[in-house]
């Protein structure tokens, strides 16, 4: 197709009426094949079968002369760490809400809530590898493990478990 995009793109209605600019363009030049008949004037370029056109434009994007490659997929192991399971047990039986808040559930004790079997409040969690602090919330008091390996002090005044996965 034959269309001058430069001066064309300013009035829509110059676009279909192929009118001419004042720089002497013309908006649309005319089909070449098609003759006017009558009041009818000569078909723009765009109206006319693709046979009579004489390409004028360039293509958008230019074709690539590489092979595209295909990419692999990340493995999902790669991706996350593989977590395990670490069980916390807290023996308070008297207690009526056992929860735990540490640095694996941003200290939010309410994400976390301990279930009740016969001896002790118990909860699995898996956690990826890595070095956690952690802390029971028994009945809103917050309390340390006593069975913890290592414990930390922490900015309250008080101690935090620390459980290495």
């Given at each position: 197709?034959?269309?001058?995009?430069?001066?064309?793109?300013?009035?829509?209605?110059?676009?279909?009426?192929?009118?001419?600019?004042s720089c002497g363009v013309p908006a649309i030049q005319?089909?070449?094949?098609?003759?006017?008949?009558?009041?009818?004037?000569?078909?723009?370029?765009?109206?006319?079968?693709?046979?009579?056109?004489?390409?004028?434009?360039?293509?958008?994007?230019?074709?690539?002369?590489?092979?595209?490659r295909p990419v692999a997929p990340t493995p999902k192991?790669?991706?996350?760490?593989?977590?395990?399971?670490?069980?916390?047990?807290?023996?308070?039986?008297?207690?009526?809400?056992v929860a735990i808040a540490g640095t694996f559930n941003?200290?939010?004790?309410?994400?976390?809530?301990?279930?009740?079997?016969?001896?002790?409040?118990?909860?699995?969690?898996?956690?990826?590898?890595?070095?956690?602090?952690?802390?029971?919330?028994?009945?809103?008091?917050?309390?340390?493990?006593?069975?913890?390996?290592?414990?930390?002090?922490?900015?309250?005044?008080?101690?935090?478990?620390?459980?290495?996965?």
């Amino acid at each position: 197709m034959v269309i001058r995009f430069g001066y064309a793109m300013h009035n829509f209605a110059e676009l279909l009426g192929g009118a001419r600019r004042s720089c002497g363009v013309p908006a649309i030049q005319a089909c070449p094949a098609s003759s006017g008949r009558g009041d009818r004037p000569q078909q723009p370029l765009w109206r006319c079968r693709p046979s009579n056109l004489a390409i004028d434009m360039q293509p958008r994007y230019k074709r690539s002369t590489t092979a595209a490659r295909p990419v692999a997929p990340t493995p999902k192991a790669a991706e996350r760490p593989v977590e395990k399971p670490v069980e916390f047990i807290s023996k308070q039986l008297q207690a009526q809400s056992v929860a735990i808040a540490g640095t694996f559930n941003k200290w939010d004790p309410q994400r976390t809530s301990l279930r009740k079997e016969r001896d002790a409040w118990k909860i699995t969690l898996w956690l990826p590898p890595g070095r956690y602090e952690y802390r029971f919330v028994v009945d809103g008091q917050w309390l340390s493990d006593p069975a913890a390996k290592e414990s930390v002090p922490n900015p309250f005044g008080g101690v935090n478990s620390i459980v290495v996965v």
